[in-house]
Every structure is written in C-alpha cells, then in structure tokens.
C-alpha cells in the first residue's frame, strides 16, 4: 500500500503466519527508554500443548521467536531495532469459601483441588483443546459464574480475585505473593444464602502494563465450607518464573 507497516500491521501478519501464536502485541521501546524512539518490542504468547511443561504459561520457544524477529526485520525500517520476548506473565489468584453439594464432607480436599484444576484451565485460553477456558474477556463476574456452574458447588459463602506482583517485580521486592490488589469481593456469613452477584460492581481483570500477559495462579485459595469449619487443600505451590527473550 506504499505506506510503512504499523503496529496493527505487525501483529496482525504475525497471527496470520504463525499459527501456533496465541497473541502478539508490539510495544514501543519508549515505555522503558525514552531515548530508545526507533526501538519496538514484540511481545508473543505460544499456544501450549496439554502435554507441555507447563502449559499454564504461554511460553514460546527461542526457535519461534527467531523466525517471528526474521519476519519483522524483512518488513522493519533499517533504523529500527527490533526485539522480541515473552510477555511477562501477572498471576491472578482466587479466593473462594462455597459449600459442597451432598450430605457429607468426604472427598473434601479432592474437590477442592479439582477446581483448583478447573479455574487454572479457565484462565488459560491458550491450551490446545481446552474447553473450560474463557476466550473473551476474563471478569471477577465470570469467574465467579464459573465457580457456581460447578456441578459439585451449592452455595458460594466468599468470593474474591487477587492481581499479584508478577515474578520480576517479585524478586525485586523479595516476595512472590504481594497482592497488588483486590476487586469482586463478596462475603456471605450464611451459608444457606448464596452470594449475591448484585453485592459487588463486576471488575475486568487485565494486566496492568502493556508488557504482562494474565496467568493463573498455580495454587488458588480455596476452600469447602462445613459446619466444622473450612477445608482446604494442603498445596503450597508457586508460579514458576520462565521469561525467554533473544
């Protein structure tokens, strides 16, 4: 079209040829050095095969992400540099009390860690075949429609979504857990009243710079109310920290 390609241009050619590229989005270097004005930064996300390493990261391999550089620089102004990495990946934890359909609390710690399972499938989009995840937006709303919809969940009691410090600024700060902060809370003292939707303003998660890419939390806080108190699983795990970048 006699015109330099834009950014549009960029991610769009990039999705169309690389069909195992989940998302792509090119960020001008100007965001981390002013003085970098001729610099981009594309930033990829790989679609994962259940079978991966972990495929609750998007992460896309060094090979991959050379022939995505090759592929900008054949179309790319000769003055501009160009790099490409991962996104940085912002884990998202949920928080959640529900009490068990049945008439007892066997296979408590079972279930919880079942949707455990569940809300990190839900919140991973990227994984091929999986057919928990939410391909538009992710909402508090959403997930917590999704916890109600479980077959084995009779009453939600507290219900709350966390944005936590992604890894990198995490080992600045010498803690991979810090919440940056809390948005969907609903709390429920009864348990035989489910909690109301209409109690809390719905809230769109998203990450907070345009260089992060929402993950889910490896573990989430979860728990089956019972007349005993609560029952939670005994995991205490952590998002790994796996940045690639050439």
């Not at 499938?121 to 709303?141: C, E, F, H, M, R």
């Not at 709350?160 to 809390?182: M, R």
Request: hydrophobic letters at 35%; a neutral charge.
């Amino acid at each position: 079209k006699n015109r330099m390609m834009s950014v549009v241009d960029f991610n769009k050619m990039l999705l169309s040829t690389t069909p195992d590229l989940y998302e792509v989005a090119t960020v001008p270097m100007v965001y981390h050095k002013p003085a970098e004005a001729h610099s981009i930064k594309i930033l990829v996300a790989a679609r994962q095969e259940r079978s991966d390493v972990n495929p609750y990261l998007p992460v896309t391999s060094p090979m991959m992400m050379r022939s995505i550089l090759n592929c900008v620089n054949e179309y790319s102004p000769d003055n501009m540099s160009v790099q490409v990495s991962n996104y940085e990946y912002r884990p998202v934890k949920v928080n959640c009390s529900f009490v068990m359909k049945g008439p007892n609390d066997a296979g408590a710690i079972a279930l919880v860690d079942l949707l455990n399972n569940q809300l990190k499938d839900y919140l991973s989009p990227w994984i091929k075949g999986n057919k928990l995840a939410d391909k538009k937006s992710v909402t508090s709303d959403g997930i917590y429609s999704f916890i109600k919809s479980r077959e084995y969940v009779e009453v939600i009691t507290q219900f709350s979504c966390e944005l936590l410090l992604a890894p990198s600024q995490a080992d600045k700060e010498g803690n991979e857990t810090d919440v940056v902060f809390k948005m969907g809370e609903r709390i429920n003292s009864d348990t035989n009243v489910a909690v109301s939707p209409e109690k809390t303003k719905d809230t769109l998660l998203k990450a907070l710079k345009p260089w992060e890419m929402l993950v889910s939390a490896d573990q989430h806080n979860l728990a089956v109310d019972t007349n005993k108190g609560l029952i939670t699983s005994q995991k205490e795990t952590k998002i790994g920290k796996l940045m690639i970048s050439n």
